[in-house]
């Protein structure tokens, strides 16, 4: 298992193991679960007031579906553990954030400094992603 | 034979590997058939050239040319800009690219 | 124009900081070039045949003086002297050093300028009406609009790694001269039965290798549902679009196999959900945007008085030239097309001088033509000759718009890694061969690419020319019936392909036989449309 190199949460972590979404249907008391690459993170939504930790994989840079899955979830009400595991990258984490994450679970370790400084980067943004960030939109019509 | 090529990573600029380091004239290039990958692995992790890869070229009496058009004017400049090649006081360098 | 307040000017800035650091990194060591190459494509930084290229974003093509001067000086500064106006209204450099690219950024972004997202899957550089604000036929200006969506689509989190790049196109005439239905989303600004502005969303249109005219996909949405619209548009794109397969993974692909119905259903429901989180700037930021794109103070007393006693100034008055929507005045285009000239280039002191006549006789304010033209938007009637003097001097005075010379050409095999045939020389030859029947011709719209991914828009040429790579040869297809307007049609490949002065000899034949059996005041593709391909045929390959 790969460790969260980075969390924004002060709630316990849950200690058991994601399990894949078809086995998640069958286990009425699992309350982590996996979306691998593709999968419909609308499925989850009949199930999110048991479920405390979604995991979501990314399998390279290149592949966006992660990020609307993370915004479906929190739109939908969940404020449980939201995680980004597999090929995540630095450069992403501070979009990833926006659209939910808040947890990382990269497959290789990213360098401290370099992803202090991408959560970090914009000191505005121009869109309401529902992340507690106001929009520049309403600054100015504030 | 086969050349090694890609760019510099900081300049952008076609280079040719001429067995010890890379060249901007494609009359430089070395047949590299037989470590190819391994040298173009250990460059590109010395960040020597960005974006490398092997090209067929034929070694003529006026020197190295790669068999496709697209590597001779990479190896030139582009044609329609004459003053812009790495030739531009030869206006028949263009005439063994097209 | 647009003015950047203290936030845009933030974010811009920022962008410039974050790419100077990853090419820091990139240079060092810590990013490799698989995971660097999505970063800088993002701001618009490919490694191309020679060296870097650098593509600068002009947001609806619309530029000032300054920014324009910022082009020209960065042209000397960082690149060879020149650069190359692009068929999406940008502007592009050929000779760019990587550890120079951030300093560019910097420049740029003292003009307010950027090269965000001018390549990479994300949300490209929005396009709009090069007459926006001029032109007499428009319901209203749709530049604010684009700005919006401007803003909402920089560093949109959701959407900086959609399956395939996306470019949108808003328009508020009739007369598409947007290519609108082109685009994955090609909007137009409409008024409906009750005297609303809206929008009309056409999805899934795109030229490449699958070229597609884009469905409408919902007649009118409110001005107030603009962005949220939108952005459920791109969240079933982001979800369904194939990634399996690159040359598969444009929208129009997505709308295609899963039916305009049901790719329209899941929008709407994706939109229904959307309206309910709050997504949508107040229309008080619309309220905000659109006083920038206010009229200049014309003179109402301008005279539409002209001397046309200069043949050669009247010819370029009637070519070049387009009724503007004040009195007095008039949209004046300058061609990039000179005779055996590269399409789309210009030097660096043109660009300035470009710059500064803007200054002197357009309001401060130039447009980059999908024609790659350039545009002064506002010019009085009574500077009209004084301007095309000067433009003269500086060989800027080609008076072919919309003629046979006007090419549309990609920069193809001659600076474009992806390309397979050059563009350039092709069209330089044919600009040569036609020179003297430019006028007899009238308006006959020809496009070059290089590649079946279309850059240079050969679908919608009335004569449209492919470049494909036949045995390590350069070899070029020839297609008909094209066209890009509000009558959008895609052209068909004639037959076998040419040499490259074949082409130019079977481009000949066909404009021979338009004039043979053109009647009245008809263009080449009304007689194209009216006797169809065969007779085309014939005297191409008979």
């Known amino acids: 298992m790969v460790e969260t190199q980075f969390r924004f949460r002060d709630d316990e972590p849950v200690g058991d193991p994601a399990v894949t979404v078809d086995a998640f249907g069958e286990q009425t008391n699992a309350a982590a679960v996996r979306l691998e690459t593709g999968e419909d993170a609308r499925v989850l939504l009949p199930f999110l007031d048991r479920i405390r930790l979604v995991e979501v994989e990314f399998p390279g840079f290149m592949d966006g579906r992660g990020y609307s899955a993370a915004r479906i ?70 | 034979m086969k050349i090694l090529t890609g760019n510099d990573l900081k300049s952008g600029a076609v280079i040719w590997w001429d067995g010890q380091g890379w060249s901007l004239h494609v009359d430089d290039a070395v047949d590299a058939s037989e470590h190819a990958d391994e040298i173009l692995a250990r460059e590109e992790a010395a960040r020597h050239v960005n974006s490398s890869y092997v090209v067929d070229a034929t070694q003529t009496p006026e020197g190295v040319r790669p068999n496709h058009i697209k590597e001779r004017i990479r190896a030139l400049g582009p044609t329609v800009r004459p003053d812009l090649t790495l030739k531009p006081a030869d206006p028949s360098a263009i005439n063994w690219v097209i | 124009m647009y003015k950047y307040d203290s936030y845009d000017q933030a974010m811009v800035d920022t962008r410039v900081e974050e790419f100077r650091d990853q090419t820091r990194r990139r240079i060092e060591g810590t990013l490799a070039e698989e995971n660097f190459r999505p970063l800088r494509l993002q701001n618009g930084l490919y490694l191309q045949l020679h060296a870097y290229m650098l593509r600068v974003a002009v947001p609806y093509g619309t530029l000032s003086s300054a920014q324009m001067r910022m082009l020209g000086d960065i042209a000397d500064k960082y690149d060879r002297g020149y650069g190359h106006f692009t068929t999406r209204q940008n502007i592009q450099y050929n000779w760019i050093k990587l550890d120079e690219a951030p300093d560019i950024l910097a420049d740029l972004a003292k003009v307010e300028m950027h090269a965000i997202q001018t390549s990479g899957n994300c949300i490209r550089n929005i396009s709009s009406d090069q007459y926006a604000g001029a032109a007499k036929d428009e319901l209203i200006d749709p530049r604010p609009y684009a700005e919006l969506l401007r803003q909402w689509s920089s560093f949109h989190p959701e959407f900086l790694h ?31 039965d009750a005297g609303e502005i809206g929008c009309a969303f056409y999805v899934g249109g795109g030229m490449g290798r699958t070229p597609m005219i884009a469905p409408l996909i919902n007649p009118f949405v409110p001005l107030d549902q603009l962005i949220t619209y939108s952005e459920a548009c791109l969240r079933v794109y982001n979800r369904y679009g194939r990634r399996d397969n690159k040359y598969k993974a444009r929208i129009k692909i997505l709308v295609h196999e899963m039916g305009k119905d049901e790719y329209t259903r899941q929008v709407e429901e994706e939109f ?6 709050g997504i949508e700037p107040p229309i008080a930021e619309l309220e905000r945007i659109i006083p920038y794109f206010a009229d200049p103070a014309f003179d109402a007393a301008a005279s539409d008085d002209l001397d046309l006693s200069d043949p050669d100034f009247a ?81 800027l005075s080609t008076a072919n718009l919309d003629g046979i010379g006007d090419i549309i050409a990609c920069p193809g095999l001659d600076y474009c890694s992806l390309a397979n045939a050059r563009s350039i020389p092709v069209a330089q030859k044919i600009s040569e061969r036609f020179a003297g029947k430019q006028e007899e011709l009238g308006e006959l719209k020809l496009k070059i690419s290089g590649c079946i991914n279309a850059c240079g828009h050969h679908h919608a040429g009335h004569i449209g020319i492919l470049g494909v790579d036949r045995k390590g040869v350069e070899n070029y297809q020839l297609l008909l019936g094209g066209s890009e307007g509000a009558d959008t049609s895609l052209g068909t490949i004639t037959g076998p392909g040419f040499s490259e002065d074949g082409i130019v000899d079977a481009v000949e034949k066909a404009t021979n036989v338009y004039l043979a059996n053109k009647e009245g005041e008809e263009r080449f593709l009304d007689t194209y449309r009216r006797i169809g391909m065969a007779p085309f045929k014939e005297a191409i390959y008979g």
């Not at chain 1, 929009?135 to 019509?141: L, M, S, T, V």
């Not at chain 3, 285009?333 to 006789?361: E, N, T």
């Not at chain 3, 350039?374 to 009209?384: G, M, N």
Request: proline letters at 5%; a positive charge; aromatic letters at 8%.
């Open chain 3, 315 to 395: 010819v370029w008055v009637k070519n070049n030239t387009v009724a503007h929507k004040a009195k007095g005045y008039v949209i004046a285009v300058v061609s990039l097309k000179p005779v055996g000239g590269i399409p789309g280039d210009a030097s660096a002191d043109q660009i300035r001088l470009m710059a500064d006549l803007a200054k002197d006789y357009s309001f401060d304010e130039l447009r980059v033509t999908h024609a790659q033209n350039i545009v002064f938007p506002h010019v009085r009637k009574s500077d009209l000759y004084t301007l095309w003097q000067k433009l003269d001097a500086a060989d």
């Open chain 3, 162 to 192: 959609l399956p395939r790049k996306f470019k949108i196109a808003v328009i508020a005439s009739k007369t598409d001269r947007a290519a609108m239905r082109l685009h994955d989303i090609g909007i137009e600004i409409v008024k409906n």
């Open chain 3, 272 to 277: 229904a959900h959307l309206l309910t989180q």
């Open chain 1, 73 to 142: 979830l929190r739109e939908a009400g969940y404020d449980g553990e939201l995680r980004a595991i597999g090929s995540v990258f630095v450069d992403q984490l501070g979009h990833l954030r926006r659209c939910g994450f808040d947890s990382f679970a990269p497959n290789t370790p990213l360098d401290p400094v370099d992803a202090e400084n991408a959560f970090n980067r914009w000191p505005d943004v121009y869109q309401a992603t529902g992340d507690g960030r106001q929009p520049i939109w309403a600054k100015r019509h504030g």
